[in-house]
Every structure is written in structure tokens, then in C-alpha cells.
Nanobody, 117 residues
Framework: QVQLVESGGGLVQPGGSLRLSCAAS????????MYWYRQAPGKQREWVAL???????NYADSVKGRFTISRDNVANTVYLQMNSLKPEDTAVYYC???????????WGQGTQVTVSS
């Protein structure tokens, strides 16, 4: 019912920056909370950032102060600006949209971020 498509991943050196994009199929930001997750090989998927429809945000301790989640309502797109990247940030990054009533959660296909010299 809702499709999410991530883009913007790639190879970057430590200390560099990337901006990930998550394009949604409909106007979802008024009723969905948006999340970014990431998963490295052999590890559990971990929550990175969230954005509520009123623009309240929260971040995992590992990325706080370096990553920023934001949205463009006209483009129906959520972003993750990643600065001061570290090798431990290497993972596949996923966008997700969630609402509680009725319960729905959708996932994008993921985009690879590799931080390496």
C-alpha cells in the first residue's frame, strides 16, 4: 500500500558526509512516523533516527550530533544527513514508515553505505 525507495548510499572516506533519501509513494508524513534503521552483516538491525509528523526527532546515541533526519513534504521524501562518518557506520540503511491505528509498518529496500579509506 505504501512503497519506500531509499537512495544516496555509496562509498565515503572517514570524516566524510552523505545524504540518504527515502521517497514515499503517497502523502504519508501527516499520519506516519518515519524511521531510519541500519544493519551490518551478521548483526541485528538497529534503530538510527526517527521523525514524528510534528517534526520531533530522536537519535541513537551512536549517531547523535552527527546525523540529522528531516523531510520535504512537497517531495514526500525523508532524508538522513550523515556527517563525520566513521567506519562503524558501514551498513545497509533502511527507511521505515509506521503508524499505530490501524497498525501499519512499511520498509524500503535499503541502500548500502560504506565508510572506508
Amino acid at each position: 500500500q505504501v512503497q519506500l525507495v531509499e537512495s544516496g548510499g555509496g562509498l565515503v572516506q572517514p570524516g566524510g558526509s552523505l545524504r540518504l533519501s527515502c521517497a514515499a509513494s503517497g502523502s504519508i508524513f501527516g499520519i506516519y512516523t518515519m524511521y531510519w534503521y541500519r544493519q551490518a552483516p551478521g548483526k541485528q538491525r538497529e534503530w538510527v533516527a526517527l521523525l514524528v509528523s510534528d517534526r520531533s526527532t530522536n537519535y541513537a546515541d551512536s549517531v547523535k550530533g552527527r546525523f540529522t533526519i528531516s523531510r520535504d513534504n512537497v517531495a514526500n521524501t525523508v532524508y538522513l544527513q550523515m556527517n563525520s562518518l566513521k567506519p562503524e557506520d558501514t551498513a545497509v540503511y533502511y527507511c521505515s514508515a509506521w503508524r499505530g491505528v490501524p497498525h501499519r509498518q512499511y520498509w524500503g529496500q535499503g541502500t548500502q553505505v560504506t565508510v572506508s579509506s
